[in-house]
């Protein structure tokens, strides 16, 4: 199965937040199932730098699912105000802005948010509040996912050569080492300047995340920015038509 979703070259954790994206017969999650996550899984995994990880199984759909809800919680609190995007997410949401139930997962709701943080499941509308209980829940819950996957440099012995670099894992398991990399990577964003780069994608019905690191970027994908130039000026015209 091979992973049908965006993936942009973003960072890791914008990476996640896209796995709940629009198409035109809704809002999809792509973490609905264990495949769907694997075939994400494995489409990212060469920038997951797994390079001496243990062996062993990915981790499962509920995990990255959890995970991904507190992600998208901090993020989304992290747009600069008047960069949330305009009218992408909420008009691919029905105009709720809750993008946390999409139709693939049949209406059983997203874990968002991990039960841990606390969360009502709605992180459709980027939260204002850096310092809500919410916004902090979900903090923790990307800690702890860090801490559950260290890592340091290791000097790895070779017969005849000098040592070679290595990473040592602590024991922890595959599925936490990749849970940790995508933690990390939200808290790089999250600690970072990047973070006053953070978009919400504002063309008509995309609910996407993007890091603006081009001046003139305002939508994900070139696509985005097609539709959105398309809508403008069908708004222009039915104006002018309409006086």
């Not at 996640?16 to 495949?35: M, Q």
Request: hydrophobic share 40%; with cysteine; glycine share 12%.
């Amino acid at each position: 199965m091979s992973y049908k979703g965006p993936l942009r070259d973003e960072p890791l954790a914008i990476e996640l937040h896209n796995t709940v994206y629009a198409t035109s017969a809704g809002v999809v999650d792509a973490l609905a199932d264990d495949d769907g996550a694997v075939a994400w899984l494995e489409a990212l995994a060469p920038r997951l730098a797994l390079a001496g990880a243990p062996e062993g199984a990915w981790p499962n759909a509920a995990e990255l699912r959890a995970l991904r809800g507190a992600v998208r919680v901090a993020l989304r609190a992290a747009v600069p105000a008047g960069c949330n995007g305009g009218e992408g997410a909420s008009t691919a949401a029905g105009g709720s802005g809750d993008e946390a139930t999409p139709t693939s997962a049949g209406g059983s709701g997203d874990e968002a948010t991990p039960s841990s943080a606390g969360s009502s499941g709605d992180e459709g509308a980027p939260a204002t509040a850096h310092g809500s209980a919410k916004v902090r829940a979900a903090i923790d819950a990307i800690n702890l996912a860090s801490r559950h996957s260290p890592r340091s440099p290791r000097a790895d012995c070779q017969d005849g050569a000098p040592p070679a670099l290595g990473t040592d894992f602590h024991g922890a398991s595959r599925a936490h080492v990749v849970l940790g990399a995508l933690a990390g990577d939200a808290i790089e964003l999250l600690t970072s300047p990047h973070r006053e780069q953070l978009r919400l994608c504002g063309a008509p019905g995309c609910v996407l995340m993007f890091l603006k690191e081009h001046p003139r970027r305002e939508w994900c994908s070139d696509g985005c920015g097609n539709r959105a130039r398309q809508a403008r000026h069908y708004a222009r015209t039915r104006h002018r038509d309409a006086r």
